[in-house]
């Protein structure tokens, strides 16, 4: 007879227990799974708006910012006191201070070359000059630079500002302490030579019937105004501000040039100031720089009159560079009315590039930040499905 074998069945109880063990695994492993796709689609959306905002944020700094500049700049639908007389514009410069190849690198060349040329061509456009002053301090390491080097600034100065698009009567140079020296070194005359032939340096010339005569504080000299009348408009332009300290040199160039008004830079910031010459200086001139920073509500514009006896004015253009370790920066403007010894003076003042960069840092680190997060703690981390792995 056939031996039956026969096979051990588990109890119905025990079996009904292990599938609810592995359905209960089952369930868990599937609603896990479920949460962490989903918690990797929202992580997914998120950073896919991160990732648009960072766009946005490329766009505003890169284009909008220089684009919408006009609208917050003075108006200059400005009317003459004669309609048939027209303005005389001028658009000026001060120091720009192109950086050089000795102390800086190369992004640091190319993003302040950059932002130079866009500002001045929004300016330029803006303004549509008759006349473009710089005022010095053309380069930052003009002062230490071989002719080599002193070239090839040239010609990133011709790049930036546009030259080859203006006429030669259209721009005026001068020099600054840092182009020729004068400040930390002594002005070197090979230098200056260098600089007056390159830039075609002029220290009396008349444009629009208004005398433009420059001085030199840093070398004490300026043309003689023997056979010139003293019965027209006459601006002085200079590197070093004149009426800020008083000096022997500010009272020469008052005394000898009958100014009807000086135009300077090398501050960086903005000033006017108020000089009357009858009086003693020390108690008759008047700082109002905290009007020239209120770029933002259309008061970055001065009426001035220039036939005021005995009273001279000067204004201090501020940096157009944000690399001077000023919080604003400007082009200047005059529109002359000539007729009338009007002089409308303003400022055109700039976007912080500063602010720019520092909004591109706090960006990559949130975004490494976030990317490390995520590498870090994954949403299989955070619901600590391995586990349930192991229980299977």
């Not at 479920?34 to 946005?56: E, H, P, V």
């Not at 698009?165 to 090979?190: I, R, Y």
Request: charged share 20%; with cysteine.
């Amino acid at each position: 007879m056939m031996k039956i074998l026969s096979t051990r069945i588990p109890p119905l109880r025990k079996i009904t227990k292990l599938g609810k063990n592995y359905l209960k695994i089952g369930f868990k492993y599937v609603d896990n799974n479920m949460c962490s796709s989903i918690l990797r689609s929202a992580f997914q959306q998120k950073f896919k708006i991160f990732l648009y905002f960072g766009l946005f944020l490329f766009v505003y700094c890169e284009w909008l910012s220089y684009a919408l500049c006009p609208r917050y700049w003075p108006s200059l639908s400005f009317t003459s006191l004669t309609p048939s007389q027209k303005f005389f514009k001028v658009l000026v410069v001060a120091d720009p201070q192109i950086l050089g190849d000795r102390n800086e690198k190369p992004f640091s060349r190319w993003d302040n070359d950059r932002y130079l040329s866009k500002t001045f061509s929004k300016a330029l456009s803006y303004t549509s000059p008759d006349l473009v002053v710089f005022l010095g301090d053309i380069m930052d390491e003009g002062h230490i630079a071989h002719d080599e080097h002193f070239n090839k600034y040239l010609a990133r100065v011709r790049q930036i500002f546009q030259l080859d698009k203006l006429a030669p009567h259209q721009v005026l140079f001068l020099p600054g302490d840092n182009d020729v020296g004068g400040e930390e070194d002594e002005v070197s005359l090979n230098k200056l030579n260098r600089f007056n032939n390159h830039f075609n340096v002029s220290y009396f010339s008349v444009h629009g019937g208004i005398q433009f005569v420059t001085v030199n504080k840093l070398t004490r000299t300026y043309p003689s105004m023997a056979g010139h009348p003293n019965n027209t408009m006459r601006i002085v332009i200079s590197h070093l501000p004149l009426l800020n300290r008083a000096s022997d040199f500010g009272y020469e160039i008052i005394s000898q040039l009958h100014p009807s008004l000086v135009v300077s830079g090398h501050e960086h910031t903005s000033t006017h100031i108020v000089w009357n010459t009858q009086e003693d200086p020390s108690h008759s001139r008047s700082r109002v720089e905290e009007y020239a920073y209120n770029e933002y509500t259309g008061q970055s514009l001065w009426r001035l009159s220039t036939n005021q006896k005995g009273v001279v004015q000067e204004v201090t253009v501020p940096t157009c560079s944000y690399r001077m370790g000023v919080p604003r920066m400007a082009y200047g403007f005059m529109y002359i009315d000539k007729e009338h010894s009007l002089i409308n003076y303003g400022l055109l003042w700039l976007p912080s590039r500063l602010f720019h960069l520092f909004l591109y840092i706090a960006y990559l680190v949130t975004a490494a930040f976030i990317l490390l997060v995520k590498y870090k703690t994954s949403p299989s981390d955070i619901l600590n499905v391995r586990k349930y792995y192991h229980n299977v």
